[in-house]
T-cell receptor
Framework: DSGVTQTPKHLITATGQRVTLRCSPR?????VYWYQQSLDQGLQFLIQ???????AKGNILERFSAQQFPDLHSELNLSSLELGDSALYFC?????????????FGPGTRLTVL | TQLLEQSPQFLSIQEGENLTVYCNSS?????LQWYRQEPGEGPVLLVT?????EVKKLKRLTFQFGDARKDSSLHITAAQPGDTGLYLC????????????FGTGTRLQVTL
């Protein structure tokens, strides 16, 4: 158990819909990262927040957005869903922003868009 | 976008065999990490290598960072069924943790 929790574990929805994925970081960790893992693209970095502020953006679509709340939990919002958005979405947390701060990954949310 | 190619993509071996997984890029990374991911779980960090030519050992696992910091390898000695999983390398750009570029992955199955 990494100490990072993600809900829900599974999500099935239809094209065009909007969903929210939730992540609670390990106690004391200020950085939260979101990743998308699909069969064709592998594991890709989407976005990072540090202590409530957006820190870095990766390959995140404009239809996707995220935020980190004062209690440090984070939400990833996916809208106008397409079939290709079906993937595993992982949240990770770390103490800081250095590359030497280990990232701890949650168990993921499996999103299926029908 | 920097690309990290791993080979082989799939590997099925018997318990007790040795294996090597390769992670190659045309770009230079400041450091490189190796992760293992099991079904239904997120990746777990195994090791970080920082210096070109560095070799790190973790029990039966040996990790090497290429001299030019563009490639890395993971060698497993006497594989066990518990080593089964998806192995991912990840290159780090600069000193910022967010700049993690993951490799294409190697799926390893070790059978009795």
């Amino acid at each position: 158990d990494s100490g990072v929790t993600q809900t829900p574990k599974h999500l099935i929805t239809a094209t065009g819909q909007r969903v929210t994925l939730r992540c609670s970081p390990r106690s004391g960790d200020l950085s939260v990262y979101w990743y998308q893992q699909s069969l064709d693209q592998g594991l890709q970095f989407l976005i990072q927040y540090y202590n409530g502020e957006e820190r870095a953006k990766g390959n995140i679509l404009e239809r996707f957005s995220a935020q980190q709340f004062p209690d440090l939990h984070s939400e990833l919002n996916l809208s106008s869903l397409e079939l290709g958005d079906s993937a595993l979405y992982f949240c990770a947390s770390s103490a800081g922003t250095s590359a030497f701060n280990e990232q701890f990954f949650g168990p993921g949310t499996r999103l299926t868009v029908l | 976008t920097q690309l990290l190619e791993q080979s082989p993509q799939f590997l099925s071996i018997q318990e007790g065999e040795n294996l090597t997984v390769y992670c190659n890029s045309s770009s230079v990374f400041s450091s490189l990490q190796w992760y293992r991911q099991e079904p239904g779980e997120g990746p777990v960090l195994l090791v970080t290598v920082v210096t070109g030519g560095e070799v790190k050992k973790l029990k039966r696992l040996t990790f090497q960072f290429g001299d030019a910091r563009k490639d890395s390898s993971l060698h497993i000695t006497a594989a066990q069924p518990g080593d089964t999983g998806l192995y991912l390398c990840a290159g780090v750009e600069g000193s910022t943790a967010s700049k993690l570029t993951f490799g294409t992955g190697t799926r390893l199955q070790v059978t009795l």
